[in-house]
T-cell receptor
Framework: DGGITQSPKYLFRKEGQNVTLSCEQNLNHDAMYWYRQDPGQGLRLIYYSQIVNDFQKGDIAEGYSVSREKKESFPLTVTSAQKNPTAFYLC??????????????FGSGTRLTVV | QKEVEQNSGPLSVPEGAIASLNCTYSDRVSQSFFWYRQYSGKSPELIMSIYSNGDKEDGRFTAQLNKASQYVSLLIRDSQPSDSATYLCAVNTGGYQKVTFGTGTKLQVIP
């Protein structure tokens, strides 16, 4: 079955450590997105990519980095510069970059906790 | 004013009743509107999309859009305990590449 796989499901980060969240899709979708969800807040866009080797900052990109070397993969790195990384991270995709025409397909999420 | 506003709830309805979830948005040029269901600890799942004024029905779900009032709603008929979840409203704002989510309304269906 087609879908989006995020790993790990739970991740613990020590202070000053960089961690990478994996996102892989087999839907043949062109566009991929990373969102962050905090209690009481709506989903906030971190980065998005409409095509391989190209990506754009979202509303809260500071302290995060991404790459898009393959159509299927869009990993997110949470760097030590992100001061409040504890959150639920969601990867999503759409068939094309025209996000207004499609709803998102979401992965199952990664819950990151700073210890 | 938030771009997309929802009442956080919880909204409690008895089993079999109609649940009505509401969402208002501030960007008048918004063209696309989505409802997602999110169970506790899980990721959101798209349940409805609507692009034109009026009603759109899919099974027990009906989405209603009124662009003049900048209002979109989701009706769930014959509510079931399995409908208990948080419902997120999402609106295409600020150009076709941007989607803004509301904070969600928690629905509780009481058996």
């Amino acid at each position: 079955d087609g879908g989006i796989t995020q790993s790990p499901k739970y991740l613990f980060r020590k202070e000053g450590q960089n961690v990478t969240l994996s996102c892989e899709q087999n839907l043949n979708h062109d566009a991929m997105y990373w969102y962050r969800q905090d209690p009481g807040q709506g989903l906030r866009l971190i980065y998005y990519s409409q095509i391989v080797n190209d990506f754009q900052k979202g509303d809260i990109a500071e302290g995060y980095s991404v790459s898009r070397e393959k159509k299927e993969s869009f990993p997110l790195t949470v760097t030590s510069a992100q001061k409040n990384p504890t959150a639920f991270y969601l990867c999503a995709s759409t068939p094309t970059g025209q996000v207004s025409n499609y709803g998102y397909t979401f992965g199952s999420g990664t819950r990151l906790t700073v210890v | 004013q938030k771009e997309v506003e929802q009442n956080s709830g919880p909204l409690s309805v008895p089993e079999g009743a109609i649940a009505s979830l509401n969402c208002t948005y501030s960007d008048r040029v918004s063209q696309s509107f989505f409802w997602y269901r999110q169970y506790s600890g899980k990721s959101p799942e798209l349940i409805m999309s609507i692009y034109s004024n009026g009603d759109k029905e899919d099974g027990r779900f009906t989405a209603q859009l009124n662009k003049a009032s900048q209002y979109v709603s989701l009706l769930i008929r014959d509510s079931q305990p399995s409908d208990s979840a948080t419902y997120l409203c999402a609106v295409n704002t600020g150009g076709y590449q941007k989607v803004t989510f509301g904070t969600g309304t928690k629905l509780q269906v009481i058996p």
